[in-house]
């Protein structure tokens, strides 16, 4: 059976009354109301992406350069890479300097140890604390590079103070174990 | 022949939606369907134009926002009208927050706004019909109005309201039965 009239027969028999009433619909909406609500809620709904379809046209390679190089030196960005090249070359330039003095264990290590011995004797200002605890002169040759490098009056016992200072605990301990 | 809207299966509607290029045309397809249907069932259960007008725009930007979640379990105007109800039960929720009436003083003050109402043009038996629906209790009022006036069978209602079937058949026949009693006192 059809669900209208399904509907309007259960309604007679629950209630004669309410089944004879007109159904008409007594509520009323302004003119033009649903294709001014179909425009209104269009624009809250579409999403930009998917708004009317335009047509664009097809780009060719050396627009597509144009547009890459346009993007890539536009002020904000060109001031961005500039900072990041920088802070690039600062960073290899710093990593370079410390290089350079592990250079100098590379260079010590790769020497006999009378050239190296020669070596720090010579360049020895080169040297921080870390470097310092890192040769393996024996009492000997310590002994013998201050007596040719400093005066009695207690100038190593200065400078060695000062690399002392240099010196945290944990290196200062791998020392005199 | 190009088909007409009311041709277009709810799975051609989804498909349109899902499609950026053909995404408007979902849209249109979706609105000139259901719109209509979706605003009277609104209409009917918060009774002025205005107040409808509310419901069923945020119902439309809740249904398009989460469309791409819809997933087929239900079908698609069950989905649309259980959005509908629900945003009308919290409208009418918050209004009758705010105005803390009894039922009773809500049947004359629907009664009063629908004899002022621009948009209603009932009768006398008509606006007694709405202001003896406006003091049924809200789930009861939904039900007479999907199956007296939508025409809904009791398995589309249940569907919408999640009830069952057996449950619908008596909040349905208590309605009737409430409105008969209601024009009877108030012939006596």
Known sequence: MEPKKEIQEELEQISPFLAGLDKTQN?????NYFEEMQEDLWQKVAPES???????????WLSQLDELLANWFQPRLALSLASLLLLLTAGWYFM???????????????LLDDEAYDYFAQNFDEFDAELLSQLDF???????????????DGEF??????????LDID??????L | ????????????????????????????ALMQKYQERLYWHIRRMVYEHDDANDVIQNTFVKVFKSIHRFEGKSKLYTWLYRIATNEAITFLNRKQKKSMSSLDDEGSHVSEKLQADTYFDGDEIQLRLQKALSVLPEKQRIVFNMRYYEE?????????????????????????KKIEHYFREVES
């Open chain 1, 27 to 31: 509520f009323k909406v302004p003119v």
């Open chain 1, 50 to 60: 998917k708004s009317a379809p335009v047509a664009v046209p097809k780009k060719t």
């Open chain 1, 96 to 110: 370079s300097s410390v290089d350079g003095s592990e250079e100098l264990v590379a260079v010590e290590s790769s």
């Open chain 1, 138 to 152: 024996d009492d000997e040759e310590i002994d013998a590079f201050v007596e040719s490098n400093f005066s009695g």
């Open chain 1, 157 to 166: 016992d200065v400078l060695l103070e000062d690399l002392l200072q240099e």
């Open chain 1, 171 to 176: 290196e200062l301990e791998g020392l005199l």
């Open chain 2, 1 to 28: 022949m190009q088909p007409t809207v009311n041709d277009i299966s709810d799975d051609q509607i989804l498909s349109l939606l899902k499609e950026e290029h053909s995404y408007e045309r979902g849209f249109r």
């Open chain 2, 152 to 176: 809904m069978t009791y398995k589309e209602i249940a569907e919408v309201l999640e009830t069952s079937v057996g449950a619908l058949k008596a909040s349905y026949h208590h309605a009737v």
